[in-house]
């Protein structure tokens, strides 16, 4: 499934935030950000997909916070709170040249929305494809 694919392929990219440590020059940051706003882009646009193959009628035209909500209660995802908080940090990114920002997305990307993205690699492998 190509959907699955480019996640697949985000989130080995992603793994690339661990080998940088603070302070960042502007062009890393930026990176670092980029990383984590693709995997997020990619991991919500497969979940719909696969809610969709699945017959989750929200699936079809859901906005991304409906799509999580609706993986929520399908068992896709197991924290419905922290995917959401990984949504709002995903619509901060177009403020990202803030560096206090940029700096707070990175953090949780390591040591939050990182964990989160392989929890839902393993659980689509496990349950869904």
């Not at 990175?106 to 349950?127: G, H, Q, R, S, T």
Request: charged fraction near 25%; aromatic fraction near 14%.
């Amino acid at each position: 499934m190509k959907k699955y694919e480019n996640f697949f392929q985000a989130l080995s990219n992603m793994k690339e935030i661990y080998n940088y440590e603070e302070p960042y020059d502007t062009v890393v940051l930026t990176g670092l950000v980029g990383l984590y706003e693709l995997c997020f882009e990619q991991s919500w646009k497969m979940i719909k997909k696969i809610l969709e193959d699945h017959g989750y009628e929200e699936g079809a035209t859901g906005s991304p916070k409906t799509i999580l909500k609706t993986a929520f209660q399908a068992g896709m995802i197991k924290d419905e709170d922290l995917w959401l908080h990984a949504l709002q940090e995903r619509n901060n990114v177009a403020h990202s040249y803030n560096q206090k920002i940029a700096l707070e997305i990175v953090k949780m990307a390591k040591d939050n929305f990182y964990p989160m993205f392989c929890d839902l690699k393993a659980e689509i492998d496990k349950n869904w494809i």
